[in-house]
T-cell receptor, first 114, second 114 residues
Framework: DTGVSQNPRHKITKRGQNVTFRCDPISEHNRLYWYRQTLGQGPEFLTY????????KSRLLSDRFSAERPKGSFSTLEIQRTEQGDSAMYLCASSLSRPGDEQFFGPGTRLTVL | KQEVTQIPAALSVPEGENLVLNCSFTDSAIYNLQWFRQDPGKGLTSLLL?????REQTSGRLNASLDKSSGRSTLYIAASQPGDSATYLCAVRPAAYNTDKLIFGTGTRLQVFP
């Protein structure tokens, strides 16, 4: 399978715990994006990387959130001290870096904070 | 600030009908517009990508049009089938030098009944 993969697919945690999600992009794609989608809403942009450089962060990405892409391949998104409001689907996408290139999405990680 | 609106929010039609989903956006400075399909609890499947220089794209029973100057796109589904039941999202990619993200609408939830 050469598409975008995300792990885990589902995560249930208790409020206050830390969680980490992983995204593996399509191998030749140098841009990687994270989005968050709450129930009944469209996805909202969180951050994106060009290779290992984090080029943009949304104001939605509070100081409890951190994303990395250390070698320009896979990426991790960590949420510290989770809150019930963090419950959402976290989507990862990748693309080439030319303007107008298509973004390809992974299956998402569903986070439930109890 | 770019905003994307989708109308209607929900649609229920009998099998076989042709239908049109609408998407509007407030800023015509875009690289492209994508239509996605999302099944409940799943990730996004890209259906059609229209570059800003294009007027329409077709794939099987799907046809998407783009009128950039008026800020509108439509997704036409011919001869709808129960398997078409899903949420359809449109997203624009703003043409800006200092950002790279998709801005999504809230989706149209489609139900096709036999």
């Amino acid at each position: 399978d050469t598409g975008v993969s995300q792990n885990p697919r589902h995560k249930i945690t208790k409020r206050g715990q830390n969680v980490t999600f992983r995204c593996d992009p399509i191998s030749e794609h140098n841009r990687l994006y994270w989005y968050r989608q709450t129930l009944g809403q469209g996805p909202e942009f969180l951050t994106y990387f060009q290779n290992e450089a984090q080029l943009e962060k949304s104001r939605l990405l509070s100081d409890r959130f951190s994303a990395e892409r250390p070698k320009g391949s896979f990426s991790t998104l960590e949420i510290q001290r989770t809150e019930q409001g963090d419950s959402a689907m976290y989507l990862c996408a990748s693309s080439l870096s030319r303007p107008g290139d298509e973004q390809f999405f992974g299956p998402g990680t569903r986070l439930t904070v109890l | 600030k770019q905003e994307v609106t989708q109308i209607p929010a929900a649609l229920s039609v009998p099998e076989g009908e042709n239908l049109v989903l609408n998407c509007s956006f407030t800023d015509s400075a875009i690289y492209n517009l994508q239509w996605f399909r999302q099944d409940p609890g799943k990730g996004l499947t890209s259906l059609l990508l229209i570059q800003s220089s294009q007027r329409e794209q077709t794939s099987g029973r799907l046809n998407a049009s783009l009128d950039k100057s008026s800020g509108r796109s439509t997704l036409y589904i011919a001869a709808s089938q129960p398997g078409d039941s899903a949420t359809y999202l449109c997203a624009v990619r703003p043409a800006a030098y200092n950002t790279d993200k998709l801005i999504f609408g809230t989706g149209t939830r489609l139900q096709v009944f036999p």
